[in-house]
Nanobody
Framework: VQLQACGGGLVQPGGSLRLSCVAS????????AGWYRQAPGKQRELVAS???????NYADSVKGRFTISRDNAKNTVYLQMNSLKPEDTAVYYC???????????????WGQGTQVTVSS
């Protein structure tokens, strides 16, 4: 199982980006998934998470600006980021609990990270 994150880039303050995280390999089900970020010199922090049922949770710093969603048929989790600020600059990582088979316990996986830079 691999998680591939993409969609990062350079954007001006106030702009938008959509990150995608695609899971590939032997996958029966993606349970909870989330996006984390790590800025230089700071600890990795949870940005947003989504359960298998679609319930979402957001860090206070991104509430009202970011939206996490999932497409189970495509094994993909998205992070729509609007009204971006310079302080959103970080490497963004996706994370997911994935069951490889119906009888197996979920294992936790990390994507490779995608750089988001917000600057004028």
């Amino acid at each position: 199982v691999q998680l591939q994150a993409c969609g990062g880039g350079l954007v001006q303050p106030g702009g938008s980006l959509r990150l995608s995280c695609v899971a590939s390999g032997s996958i029966f089900k993606i349970n909870a998934a989330g996006w984390y970020r790590q800025a230089p010199g700071k600890q990795r922090e949870l940005v947003a998470s989504i359960t298998s049922g679609g319930s979402t949770n957001y860090a206070d710093s991104v509430k009202g600006r970011f939206t996490i969603s999932r497409d189970n048929a495509k094994n993909t989790v998205y992070l729509q980021m609007n009204s971006l600020k310079p302080e959103d600059t970080a490497v963004y990582y996706c994370n997911a609990d994935i069951m490889k088979w119906s009888w197996s316990k979920p294992n936790n996986y990390w994507g490779q990270g995608t750089q988001v830079t917000v600057s004028s």
